[in-house]
């Protein structure tokens, strides 16, 4: 089956080359805002429904699996998606030092008349941060995409003390929890 990553995130597209699958992609034109009524849980898998959605529409061919994500961070029970700004990524990674947070990403898989839409959860645990440091980081222009402001996967990484549980999902795509629901709905492993 033709697998379709409806991203345009090169974290989550680096993830799937690095396991060797074999995908397409088509970006998601879909509207990502939600309510402030919403739970993190509940926003990140209702835009994952859209992309896939959006994406599915496009489509509607019986012999593909389109993959969709969304993923935010969420501290005091506020969710924090990408900085808007320099000033507002150095206030993100300011709240964030020292402290545990959440990062929550939704994901949908559907194909073939299936549909499951999921998420995953990770604590992260930043170390205590220096104004300096952060700047230097912001100056890099690395947080300015990414959920909390922050690539663990990058630079970023210098700033988390530990995690508890999956390292991809921290990333934005838990691929073993998408591969299990590969699996389930549709009886193949995209690994082999």
Request: hydrophobic share 40%.
């Amino acid at each position: 089956m033709k697998i379709i990553l409806a991203s345009k995130s090169p974290r989550r597209k680096e993830i799937l080359e690095t396991m060797g699958v074999d995908f397409v992609i088509d970006v998601a034109d879909a509207d990502e805002s939600v309510g402030s009524e919403l739970s993190p849980v509940e926003a990140v898998c209702e835009i994952s429904k859209r992309k896939a959605d959006a994406v599915f529409k496009r489509h509607e061919c019986e012999d593909c699996i389109i993959i969709s994500a969304d993923t935010v961070v969420v501290i005091d029970g506020k969710i924090i998606g990408k900085p808007k700004d320099e000033n507002d990524a150095f206030s993100i990674i300011k709240s964030l030092s020292g402290r545990t947070h959440e990062v929550y990403t939704g994901f949908t898989v559907c194909g073939n008349g299936k549909a499951k839409t999921d998420f995953e959860v990770t604590k992260v645990h930043f170390k205590e941060l220096c104004d300096d440091d952060i700047r230097r980081y912001v100056a890099t222009g690395e947080p300015m995409d990414k959920a909390g402001a922050y690539g663990i996967q990058q630079k970023g990484n210098l700033f988390v003390e530990y995690i508890h549980g999956d390292y991809y999902n921290v990333v934005g795509f838990p691929i073993s929890k998408i591969c299990v629901t590969i699996l389930e709905l549709f009886g193949i492993n995209i690994l082999y």
